[in-house]
């Protein structure tokens, strides 16, 4: 097949090399000039987990382009993968999807052969057929469905695995303006994909609830898992991760995001709750659900800054342990850490942040305000209380357990996600999330970082030290 993609940014790119690597010729083009220029010339301008590397083996069959309109003529599919921001109101922004329309649209006029304009990006439910099937039709002074196919075909990825995601999907939902158009989509996925997904074929308006919907219902089970957490800390003996890991097992739930720690973040899960309650609004229904998830999401946070403030006055010092969204990415949009740090330093708190990837984009967000640590263990030194955010598997890799601190001090260790629950702290005042006052603990020392798409990223250290930080000074 022939594909053009429209936006090389973080999925674009990553899409534009899956197919490419598989054998699809595919043409590229954005419009940031100084992006282009540096895929043409041969860098990797976006920061993805296995992208260099799949960027290579594609580049027999990959090439950008400056001349969007004849990149129409020459490929089958135009595929759109630009930004679409959210408003005041929730809403989605679809101001660059019709740029790349007014570019489609007149190409499409002199083209003979059936090509298909297919929507990647999340947009509102009813844009393409409100929206941007009439602008097509007016550009191109041709009919949709019959000379040229609409789809909507977002993705379900997460950054730090978008080329995983991609290559081996639970599901590839598409919404067709045809059956022709949809026909066509779904063997290039089979063709591209390593997995066999269920690809669910819809029309243009159901595939645009259902991108929706999917990424609400994911937040819910995220929300009722912290929910359960905060229930569960006030219970002695419980332990929310044993009763999220019971409850998963039941078919009906599936244990997939079924787990208790920080709230969700990152670009998609949070905006995509506000533009389904703007949605439910246009349609004349109050959401019930979505709002209370947001809230719940928000409360993480509230409890995490009660619990420290409970333990420490200001201007006592707190160190946070990972800033990115989630793992194995810089992505700092969103980040219930990031949210933290501003509530710690707004109550008076002093604080120092370490994150193997996303430092340099939390410095940007947050200013000159906390400490940045290029080294776990430098964010330790003198430190009051620590916090393990982001779960980053090499975090559970440092050697907590031999960590001293002179003069008896016993910093308060705060885990929300649990990786170190079961191991001996002696140093430290142990809190895990979720997990109920005064829980024994059972079983051998409990080990994490075992997810195979997870890769051991070793630590900025000028003089080659390990990760063992014996011995921390104040």
């Avoid at 690597?21 to 540096?38: I, M, R, T, Y």
């Avoid at 041969?42 to 090439?63: S, V, W, Y």
């Avoid at 190409?107 to 298909?116: I, P, Q, S, T, Y």
Wanted: net charge negative.
């Amino acid at each position: 097949m022939r594909i053009g993609v429209f936006g090389l940014g973080k999925l674009g790119l990553c899409s534009a090399a899956c197919f490419a690597a598989k054998g699809h010729q595919v043409v590229g083009f954005d419009s940031n000039p100084e992006h282009l220029a540096a895929l043409m010339a041969g860098a990797c301008p976006i920061r993805e987990t296995g992208l260099e590397e799949l960027l290579a083996l594609a580049r027999p069959n990959f090439t950008v382009t400056d001349a969007p309109d004849a990149m129409v003529q020459e490929t089958d599919f135009s595929f759109i993968i630009v930004p679409t921001p959210s408003r005041s109101d929730g809403r989605f922004e679809n101001h660059a999807i019709e740029e790349v329309l007014a570019v489609i649209g007149p190409a499409l006029r002199g083209k003979n052969d059936f090509h298909v304009v297919n929507i990647v990006s999340t947009v509102m439910p009813g844009s393409c057929e409100g929206s941007f099937q009439p602008v097509l039709e007016r550009l191109s002074g041709k009919n949709c469905g019959t000379d040229f196919g609409l789809a909507y075909n977002p993705e379900f990825i997460a950054l730090g695995a978008v080329i995983d995601n991609f290559l081996n999907p639970d599901l590839v939902l598409i919404g067709a303006s045809d059956e022709r158009t949809g026909r066509l989509l779904t063997g290039l996925y089979r063709s591209t994909c390593d997995n066999e997904p269920r690809l669910a074929v819809m029309s243009l308006i159901n595939a645009e609830i259902t991108k929706l919907s999917l990424n609400c219902f994911v937040t819910m089970k995220i929300s009722f898992a912290n929910e359960l957490a905060a229930i569960c800390e006030k219970i002695p003996g419980a332990d929310a991760a044993v009763i999220t890991a019971a409850l998963g097992e039941d078919s009906r739930i599936g244990p997939k995001c079924l787990k208790s720690g920080l709230g969700f973040g990152g670009p998609c899960f949070p905006r995509d709750n506000l533009a389904f309650q703007a949605f439910a609004q246009e349609a004349g229904w109050e959401a019930c659900l979505a709002p209370q998830v947001v809230r719940l999401n928000h409360l993480v946070t509230e409890r995490l800054l009660s619990l420290i403030s409970r333990h420490l006055n200001p201007p006592a010092r707190v160190a946070l342990l990972g800033l990115a969204y989630k793992p194995d990415t810089h992505i700092v949009e969103e980040s219930q850490s990031l949210h933290l740090a501003r509530k710690l330093m707004a109550a008076g708190f002093a604080v120092r942040l370490h994150d193997p990837l996303a430092l340099d984009e939390a410095r940007a967000v947050l200013g000159e305000g906390p400490a940045y640590c290029r080294n776990a263990c430098d964010c330790l030194r003198q430190t009051d209380a620590v916090a393990l955010l982001t779960n980053w598997p090499h975090y559970a890799g440092l050697d907590w357990e031999r960590m001293h601190f002179p003069d008896g001090h016993h910093p308060l260790l705060v885990d929300c996600w649990g990786i170190l629950k079961g191991r001996c702290l002696p140093n430290f005042r142990y809190f895990s999330l979720g997990l109920g006052p005064r829980h024994p603990v059972i079983g051998p020392p409990l080990l994490t970082g075992d997810n195979p798409k997870l890769t051991l990223i070793k630590p900025h250290r000028e003089d080659g030290a390990a990760w063992g930080c014996r011995g921390i000074s104040r």
